[in-house]
C-alpha cells in the first residue's frame, strides 16, 4: 500500500510539472543546497562535495531539492565505495555533477532511464520497491528551470549532469520587501532585473 500511494504521489508530481503548473521561484545557491541535502544523509555509501561558492540559480526550492536528493539516493544504491558531487560555474550555467564508481549505464541505457517506470535490472535488484519515476521526475524538473539533466561519459560508475542557467540576483535581505518570479528568468527575458 505504501509503494502504491509513493507511486501515486511521484504521477502527481510528473503530472503538475508537465502541466507546466506554476511555482514560486527564489535565487537560490545551488552549492550551498547541494552540500545541506549531502549532510543530511546517514549510513550507506559517503557522498563527497567539491561545491564552489556563490554560484545561484532562480529556481523552487522544493523542486531542486527533490533533484538533489534523487541523484544522490540514486547514486549511493549503485556506488561501490563512494559518490563524487561537484557544483561549479561553467558558461552561464550552475554545472551539478553527481558520480559513483558503481557499474555504470551502458550507453544505449542512457536516455531510457529517464523515461517513466524504466528501472534497469541492477537498480531492481538492488531496490525492489522503487517506481521507476524519480530520474522521470528529475528531468522534468530540470526542464521546467530551463535546465537539463543528462549522463555523460564516464571512465567509471553513472555521471549525472544537471545545467540550470545562473542568475545574479540575491535573495532579498531578512526583513526586506520583495518578490520573486514566478517562473525561471533567463538571459534576454525582459523581467530580467539588474542585480
Known sequence: MRRLKTI??????????????????????VGALVTEEAAAL??????????????RVLGNRIQL???????????????????EVTVRRAEGSAVITVQDDGAGIAPQDRERVFEPFVRLDDGRRREPGGSGLGLSISRDIAHAHNGTLTTEDSSRGARFVLRLPITDRR???????????DRPVTQGDSRVEEA
Not at 65 to 83: C, E, F, K, M, S
Open 8 to 29: 501515486i504521489d511521484d504521477l502527481l508530481v510528473l503530472a503538475r510539472l508537465r502541466a507546466g503548473d506554476p511555482a514560486a521561484y527564489e535565487p537560490i545557491d
Open 42 to 55: 546517514t549510513g550507506g555509501v559517503p557522498v563527497h562535495v567539491d561545491a564552489d561558492r556563490d554560484v
Open 171 to 181: 535573495p532579498p535581505a531578512p526583513g526586506t520587501p520583495g518578490s520573486a518570479p
Open 65 to 83: 531539492v527533490r533533484v538533489i536528493d534523487n541523484l544522490l539516493v540514486n547514486a549511493r544504491r549503485h556506488a561501490g565505495t563512494t559518490v
